[in-house]
């Protein structure tokens, strides 16, 4: 079991940046990720990142302007988001998925925070 805390949420102007964190608390080794729910909408995985930190995975719209990234030392995983749109604005959420050998992207996810909101305006 692990429990996950968000921070970092804001709001920004179009083109800012903002950079998310996720603690973990608990023992144990998971693939993590980074999801995003907009209002009226479903919700959508933005990131993930493999234990080791090697392997990284984006949706095409975030790509190239977010990194996600790890520090297993601080149980912390981290979003950071550069040139922000206004279609960015949602809840933000950190998950967690136990390792299995499958690709990245076919992880589906068994713990989640309680989400922070981010706000992009133009």
């Known amino acids: 079991q692990v429990q996950l805390v968000e921070s970092g949420g804001g709001s920004v102007q179009a083109g800012g940046s903002l950079r998310l964190s996720c603690t973990a608390s608990?023992?144990?080794?998971?693939?993590m990720g980074w999801f995003r729910q907009a209002p009226g909408k479903e919700r959508e995985r933005v990131a993930a990142?493999?234990?080791?930190?090697?392997?990284?995975d984006y949706v095409d719209s975030v790509q190239g302007r977010f990194t996600i990234s790890r520090d297993n030392d601080k149980n912390t995983i981290y979003l950071e988001m550069n040139k922000l749109k206004p279609e960015d604005t949602a809840v933000y959420y950190c998950?967690?998925?136990?390792?299995?050998?499958?690709?990245?992207?076919?992880?589906?996810?068994?713990?989640w925070g309680q989400g922070t909101q981010v706000t992009v305006s133009s």
């Open positions: 998950a967690a998925a136990h390792l299995a050998a499958k690709p990245l992207s076919a992880f589906e996810f068994d713990y």
């Open positions: 608990g023992r144990g080794a998971y693939v």
């Open positions: 990142i493999a234990w080791h930190g090697g392997l990284t």
